[in-house]
């Protein structure tokens, strides 16, 4: 039988031709993206690299695998540790600070007469002068037209002032039928003294 002659079909070169793959399209660009940010925290947490340690071109970066991404970001754990627990040891180191107390108001302190001179309180005086005193407060109206006299202190067991520094007032002794030998004396800048035997003797009045 005749061998035929019609010359056989030539073999497909497809399937002979080698398959090449670009390089840089085995993670498609959202790769390459997810690639460039992982190594861009992993620089920023390390703190030791350099920006010349990063890749060239955003093509060299599938190169890089995740466990060489890793491996740079595991390459300075201390970098990293301090770079997350600086601020909580510096807040550990900071000294606690308290609101200061609030400082209290001074007391008032009560000026005293004059030295060697008794001292009497409200609570020590008469009635009748407690009265007197609250007229003097008021501005009157006074059992007497001689209260609000200047006193001229001739015996000078008050501290000498110029002349019209102290007024006296009344203190009404009950019994009595003219003023009695009781008086408050008042000064200009508010003092008060108390006589119950007509200036022979004086007590500075403590008032608050």
Do not use: C
């Not at 080698?18 to 861009?40: H, I, N, S």
């Not at 920006?51 to 955003?58: C, G, K, N, Q, V």
């Not at 001074?106 to 007229?135: K, N, Y």
């Amino acid at each position: 039988m005749a061998k035929s002659t019609r010359p056989s079909k030539p073999t497909s070169t497809l399937a002979s031709k080698p398959t090449t793959k670009r390089a840089g399209t085995r993670y498609g660009l959202g790769g390459t993206l997810v690639t460039l940010l992982v190594l861009l925290l992993a620089w920023w947490l390390n703190g030791n690299a350099s920006i010349d340690d990063l890749p060239a071109s955003t093509t060299d970066a599938p190169a890089l695998s995740t466990v060489t991404v890793l491996a740079t970001v595991a390459s300075s754990p201390k970098a990293i540790l301090e770079a997350t627990t600086a601020p909580t040891r510096e807040a550990l180191a900071a000294p606690a600070t308290h609101p200061p107390n609030p400082t209290p108001p001074p007391t008032p302190q009560r000026s005293r007469g004059p030295a060697g001179m008794a001292v009497i309180t409200l609570d020590e005086l008469p009635p009748e002068a407690l009265a007197t005193l609250a007229l003097i407060e008021d501005g009157g109206l006074f059992p007497f037209d001689r209260d609000g006299i200047t006193f001229q202190n001739r015996e000078g067991l008050l501290p000498q002032k110029a002349r019209g520094y102290y007024r006296e007032y009344t203190v009404i002794t009950p019994g009595e039928s003219d003023r009695g030998a009781r008086r408050i004396i008042e000064g200009e800048a508010g003092e008060l003294y108390y006589t119950a035997d007509h200036y022979a003797s004086f007590a500075w009045i403590e008032a608050p």
